[in-house]
């Protein structure tokens, strides 16, 4: 039966009965009777409207499910509510479930969460966070993150949006701890920022280099006063018999070779435990490469032909780091190029960015190699790598100084071919 049904009926017997008192009493009766029937309806409705309207006022506070009690269509109304408002709470309590659940799982990561609005204030962080950066969960809300994290490597990375590497923060404060913090997007214009505790890997790898510099230390005085005994026992001729020649000549090899290592290791260390270089010293480089030239074709004793293009000024830099870092490239393309190549040295600017290239027809390399070739110790063809005095730490050397100067190390190679590395510096470093 449709809703109005009831209520139709309801109007129409009154109709009638109204009807019949006009005509079997006098029509004043009737007009009467039909106008308080009326009123008493409009009452009903108005007392029923009344309860619905303060059951709506009180659930806006109370999360009561209790409806009033009703009969008809009032009743129906009443009781499609009470379903209404069962399931509102139910949805209600399901969706606080999923978001306690949730920030559990944000409080037992072992990361610090900090959520940010498109303006890098902070919404919501979990505890780990409060603790790693002295956020206040409650009263620092609202506040931009750049207010209660200081640092101005930090304020940069969070203006720059586009970088991807995460900063490195060191707290002075105790408890002392290194932090990596990153960024990154979420929904619309929201971030989520990360920070992770990398103490202990930290501490590990500074005793990691620590180690490898400090071995290297001391390799390094036994080391030379064995190559100095060698020397001498050639100069003075007395390795006499050509067996103890042969074994002589064997171990002033092994050792020089040890000698080689040992300063590409300090050489290393060196470059990971010194600050990048300042952008205030200016180094020639055209005169840095005029030198290198000599000695690339001292190495290569006449057997490359060697030729530099200078079409670009001085640099901001570490002479030395650039020094060693050219003349690993340069000292790699001879000793990977078979007698007679070509080696060109460019320095030049390109789309005008300062870049150094060192192009050879020598070998050339495998495509697969390519991105491991500046792994410390790895070599394709490890045989020619020793035979021509290589450590396998050339090219980590390189790509280690040019990190420190803001560039980056491109390398282009066709086997057979030859190959192109390419140091490419930031604009700002030009002098
Ligand atoms: P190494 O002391 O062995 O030369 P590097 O780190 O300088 O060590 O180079 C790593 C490897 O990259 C080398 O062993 C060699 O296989 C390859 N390589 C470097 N430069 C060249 C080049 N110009 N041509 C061919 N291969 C090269």
Excluded at 139 to 162: S, W
Excluded at 206 to 212: G, H, K, P, W
Excluded at 392 to 406: F, P, S, Y
Aim: hydrophobic share 45%; net charge negative.
């Amino acid at each position: 039966m449709p809703f109005w049904a009831g209520p139709l009926l309801r109007i129409l017997t009154l109709i009638v009965v109204a009807l019949a008192v006009g005509l079997f009493l006098d029509d004043a009766t009737g007009w009467a009777l039909l106008a308080a029937g009326l009123a008493a309806g409009y009452a009903y409705h108005l007392i029923q409207l009344g309860r619905l309207t303060r059951w709506l006022d009180r659930t806006r506070w109370e999360n009561a499910v209790a409806v009033p009690e009703s009969s008809g269509e009032w009743g129906d109304a009443f009781a499609a509510l009470y379903r209404l408002r069962r399931e509102e709470l139910a949805g209600r309590e399901r969706l606080s479930d999923s978001l306690e659940r949730l920030s559990q799982a944000a409080e037992a990561l072992p990361d610090g969460i900090v959520l940010l609005d498109a303006m890098k204030r902070i919404e919501w962080c979990n505890s780990v966070a409060t603790r790693h950066l002295g956020i206040d969960a409650v009263q620092d809300r609202g506040m931009p993150i750049t207010h209660l994290v200081r640092e101005p490597v930090f304020t940069a990375y969070v203006q720059d949006e586009g970088k991807v590497d995460p900063v490195v923060l060191k707290s002075t404060s105790p408890p002392v701890r290194t932090l990596s913090l990153s960024m990154i997007p979420f929904a619309e214009s929201g971030r989520l920022l990360i920070s992770r505790d990398i103490t202990a890997i930290e501490l590990a790898d500074t005793m990691r280099r620590d180690f490898v510099a400090n071995v290297s230390h001391e390799l390094r005085t036994p080391l030379t006063v064995i190559v100095g005994f060698l020397e001498g026992l050639a100069a003075g001729d007395v390795v006499a018999s050509p067996n103890l020649a042969r074994h002589h000549a064997l171990m002033y090899e092994q050792a020089l070779r040890m000698e080689r290592l040992v300063r590409d290791l300090l050489a290393l260390s060196a470059l990971d435990d010194t600050q990048p270089p300042a952008n205030e010293d200016v180094v020639d480089i055209p005169a840095l490469l005029a030198t290198l030239v000599e000695e690339g074709t001292a190495l290569s004793g006449g057997k490359h032909k060697l030729t530099l293009e200078i079409a670009a000024g001085n640099f901001y830099g570490s002479r030395e780091e650039l020094r060693s870092a050219f003349s690993n490239l340069i000292s790699n393309a001879v000793r990977y190029s078979p007698e007679g190549g070509d080696i060109a040295l460019r320095w030049v600017l390109r789309d005008g960015l300062p870049v150094f290239e060192v192009a050879d027809n020598g070998i050339g390399i495998a495509t697969d190699h390519i991105p491991r070739l500046t792994e410390r110790f790895y070599r394709v063809d490890k045989g020619r790598s020793s035979a021509t005095g290589g450590t396998g730490l050339g090219l980590a050397i390189a790509k280690h100084v040019l990190i420190r100067h803001q560039g980056k190390l491109e390398i282009e190679s066709t086997p057979g071919k030859g190959s192109t590395f390419r140091a490419v510096f930031p604009k700002a470093r030009l002098s």
